[in-house]
């Protein structure tokens, strides 16, 4: 009886969503270049000394299993993207710190994989870490997942700085993923030190040509990006 009341309360909504989405022109993987242009490079040949924390490629992610697309945890942006981190990575060095980065280029089949995982209504097993200050049916209204991401025109990345000396990274209040106002680069539930600390990412990524997004402090995408019209959906391998 409890499984039959949980299917009338929660499939339709899941199917509400589901239609939305369709609606917003999901599944994404259809209508994105499945090519791999010449201009997109593997980054650790571009800044050797990055760490690379691919968490899509893992289960430590708020979709808690491999994402579709990432058959490899490398991480490629187009030749400008690259080349303007590898000149944040040499500022940042200066400093006494180093990058640590999340995810780069995102093939289209993982957005779409994000939007089935949220069309789920009833799976929550990642809420607690990933999203419990917003309600599951409210991540995409909230922009916390897009229906197209510039992940996908393969010139934005997420990272974060750590000290190379302790190799520990810097406190900037909230993990990255953590889909919360707590995570937009201004909330003032950070502390100063932790304010200090996005400040200095941000200044770093914007004096070497990136822009900001105003939900997630770690979120980083070049200004004068070679595609800003094209997603990409060639599979990370």
Not at 4 to 20: E, F, G, I, S
Not at 201 to 222: I, S, V
């Amino acid at each position: 009886m409890l499984r039959a009341l949980m299917d009338r309360l929660v499939k339709p909504a899941a199917q509400a969503l589901t239609l939305t989405l369709t609606i917003a022109g999901l599944p994404l993987a259809a209508d994105a270049r499945t090519d791999r242009p010449d201009l997109f490079v593997d980054v650790s040949g571009v800044v050797p000394d990055a760490v690379f924390d691919v968490r899509y490629f893992s289960t430590d992610n708020f979709v808690g299993t491999r994402v579709d697309g990432y058959g490899a945890a490398r991480c490629f942006l187009t030749r400008p993207a690259a080349e303007a981190l590898a000149q944040v990575a040499a500022d940042a060095r200066k400093k006494g710190l180093g990058l640590r980065i999340f995810d780069c280029y995102r093939p289209a089949r993982a957005v779409a994989h994000f939007a089935r995982w949220a069309s789920d209504l009833a799976d929550e097993k990642t809420k607690p870490t990933y999203y419990p200050d917003v309600a599951k049916k409210d991540l995409f209204a909230e922009g916390y997942i897009a229906a197209r991401s510039g992940h996908s025109r393969g010139s934005t990345l997420d990272l974060t700085l750590f000290d190379l000396s302790t190799r520990r990274d810097l406190d900037m209040g909230t993990p990255f993923d953590l889909f919360s106002p707590r995570s937009w680069p201004d909330s003032p539930t950070a502390t100063a030190a932790q304010r200090a600390n996005r400040r200095l990412l941000a200044g770093l990524m914007a004096q070497n040509g990136f822009k900001p997004f105003d939900k997630e402090w770690w979120h980083f995408t070049l200004k004068d990006e070679p595609f800003p019209d094209t997603y990409f959906d060639f599979p990370i391998e």
